[in-house]
């Protein structure tokens, strides 16, 4: 069984910055594509950033595009996601995701572990 443990929410002014972390357990990190979602409250889950067993390969939605940072360290077994110039818009509930699969996945379907979630409030 895989555990995963976020941290690193908390609140921030618009147009700050926060690093959230995610680390797993168990000795298969380095195989799986990792991801982040984030939730907001009356709406679904949806992807924010995905990224490759190796790290070579990631993906953003749009709406973060070049102010989110999605990186990994395979041998702390940890993910990350640098947030900058967070809006208010980026307030959620941020869950740290593993892939079934190798590759790069972007469908909420394709993970099948999941953190309890932390979070993000930016305020205005």
């Known amino acids: 069984q895989v555990q995963l443990v976020e941290s690193g929410g908390g609140l921030v002014q618009a147009g700050g910055s926060l690093r959230l972390s995610c680390t797993a357990s168990g000795r298969t990190f380095s195989s799986y594509g990792m991801g982040w979602f984030r939730q907001a409250p009356g709406k679904e889950r949806v992807i924010v950033a995905a990224?490759?067993?190796?790290?070579?390969?990631?993906y953003y939605a749009e709406s973060v595009k070049g102010r989110f940072t999605i990186s990994r360290d395979n041998a702390k077994n940890t993910v990350y996601l640098q947030m900058n110039s967070l809006k208010p818009e980026d307030t959620a509930i941020y869950y740290c995701a593993r892939s079934q699969y190798g590759g790069t996945a972007v469908l909420t379907s394709d993970y099948n572990y999941w953190g309890q979630g932390t979070q993000v409030t930016v305020s205005s």
């Open positions: 990224i490759s067993p190796s790290g070579s390969v990631t």
